[in-house]
């Protein structure tokens, strides 16, 4: 299931259009489908930013769990998306996204392999808001 949103920044940070897509077989409960039906996300903080931070063994251990979501630009929005990525990965933090009082999504940065070339790729844990 792909889903494609606009994500846009709390902070004024210039906006991006991106995929999500579900991974294995999860599937979307009431909450999140609600909250991923709005025609764009909001990123409204960051997450971590401690050099000795390691974000993504922080959220396997917290969430009990792999990745729920991952975020993949789309045509034509690389460099947004590529900058986006690269101060998360260098500075040790994830960006929030809020889906309802109670639930965020955490988007970690990721660099997966495909072949012979890294492929930035944010993976999304969900967590309680807070």
Avoid at 41 to 54: A, E, F, H, M, Q
Avoid at 55 to 78: S, T, Y
Wanted: glycine share 10%.
């Amino acid at each position: 299931m792909l889903i494609h949103k606009d994500l846009r920044f709390a902070n004024g940070n210039p906006a991006f259009s991106c995929t999500l897509s579900l991974c294995k077989a999860k599937a979307l409960n009431e909450h999140e489908a609600k909250g991923l039906s709005n025609d764009f996300l909001t990123i409204v903080s960051y997450w971590g930013n401690k050099p000795d931070l390691n974000v993504l063994f922080n959220l396997h251990v917290a969430h009990g769990g792999g990745p729920f979501l991952r975020l993949l630009p789309r045509e034509g929005e690389g460099s947004a998306f590529a900058k986006e990525h690269t101060d998360c990965l260098n500075g040790h933090k994830a960006m929030v996204v809020q889906i309802d009082e109670a639930r965020e999504l955490l988007l970690a940065p990721v660099k997966s392999i495909q072949g012979k070339r890294g492929r930035q790729a944010p993976c999304c844990w969900r967590v309680h808001a807070g």
